[in-house]
Each structure stands twice: as structure tokens, then as C-alpha cells.
């Protein structure tokens, strides 16, 4: 839980932006592949395949997540929950974007607005992007107008493009409660 004291402030200053960034291999699930059920921003989606990944795989949560701590100065997801603890093996990762609201509220700080790209051939994000952003609103504690989701490909190139990966950027800005 350390906070950045540096040079630029600390969380205290009344605006904060951060930029949150994932990205896991998609396989077939088992017993074809290493692959978890498809989960993003908390919805279980059916798909094909899933991600490769030591917790749940959520790569909309994740980037979030670490938008959140980047907004904050923090250390990031990876170093908050290793997945090279076992106790994070599996582990809903709710509970790692609840971890990181909990410092935002600790730190004064409030939601101004969150804006989310993912990129990925399949499955296509439009039809679930409201459930998303109410699971996400839900989570954060906000207005679900304060999210923002967009769906991109790759247009086939590289791994994303070529339906082996996805990826996940979240920005983040945040107003002091003050």
C-alpha cells in the first residue's frame, strides 16, 4: 500500500489520472487448453475460448484495477497480488478493483470518470456493455455514466488480431472529495 511521495505530490492533489493496462493469452479451455471461462468486467461470457491467467483472468478488472493504483501512486496489481502467491490462485478479481477503491476512498479521492478500450476479434463487446458498466458502477460505487466502454480489434494482426490474446486499457480521473 505504498503511495507515491515524489517529486509530482501526493493523492491529496485534487486531480489524479491513471492509465491501467492488461493483457492475457486466450486458449481453448480444459481439458483442450489452459483457459478459464471468459470473464470481463464481471460477466461471464460464452466463448470458445478463455483467458490464461493465475486468478480469474478479468482483464477489463485488472486494467481498471491498476488505473485506479497508478491514479494513486500505488503499486500495481502484480505487485499487490502475485501470481505467484498461491492465496490469489482463482481468487474473483472484484476483489482486487474493491482493494483499490478502498485506497481511492482512504486517499480522499472520488471517481470523476473511467473510460475503457478492449481489444479483441472475438467475442464482439457491444452487446454486453451495459451489463459491464452497471458491474463495474456497482463495484466503484458510481454512476454508471461516469463509465465509458468501447470494443476494438486488431484487424487481425498479431495475437490480439488473430483472436489469441486480449487487451485492456483503462484511464482513469479522479477529483479529491474535498
Not at 58 to 77: M, P, S, Y
Not at 107 to 124: F, H, Q, S, Y
Not at 149 to 175: M, P, S, Y
Request: aromatic residues 4%; hydrophobic residues 40%; proline residues 6%.
Amino acid at each position: 500500500m505504498l503511495l507515491y511521495s515524489g517529486g509530482m505530490g501526493t493523492p491529496s492533489q485534487s486531480m489524479r489520472i491513471g492509465h491501467g493496462y492488461d493483457l492475457h493469452r486466450l486458449e481453448a479451455t480444459p481439458p483442450d487448453g489452459e483457459g478459464r471461462p471468459f470473464i470481463l468486467a464481471g460477466l461471464p461470457i460464452e466463448h470458445e475460448k478463455g483467458p490464461v491467467g493465475h486468478s480469474d483472468g478479468d482483464a477489463v478488472l485488472h486494467a481498471v484495477t491498476d488505473a485506479l493504483l497508478g491514479a494513486l501512486g500505488a503499486e500495481d496489481i502484480g505487485q499487490q497480488f502475485p501470481d505467484t502467491d498461491p492465496e490469489w490462485r482463482d481468487a474473483d478479481s472484484r476483489q482486487f478493483l474493491e482493494h483499490a477503491v478502498d485506497m481511492m476512498q482512504g486517499a480522499g479521492m472520488r471517481l470523476g470518470n473511467l473510460d475503457v478500450t478492449v481489444i479483441c476479434e472475438r467475442p464482439k463487446i457491444s452487446p454486453y456493455k451495459e451489463t459491464m458498466i452497471r458491474n463495474m458502477a456497482g463495484i466503484l460505487g458510481v454512476d454508471p455514466g461516469l463509465i465509458n466502454i468501447k470494443g476494438k480489434t486488431h484487424e487481425k494482426v498479431d495475437a490480439v488480431g488473430q483472436g489469441h490474446a486480449i487487451e485492456v486499457h483503462a484511464v482513469v480521473l479522479l477529483h479529491a472529495t474535498d
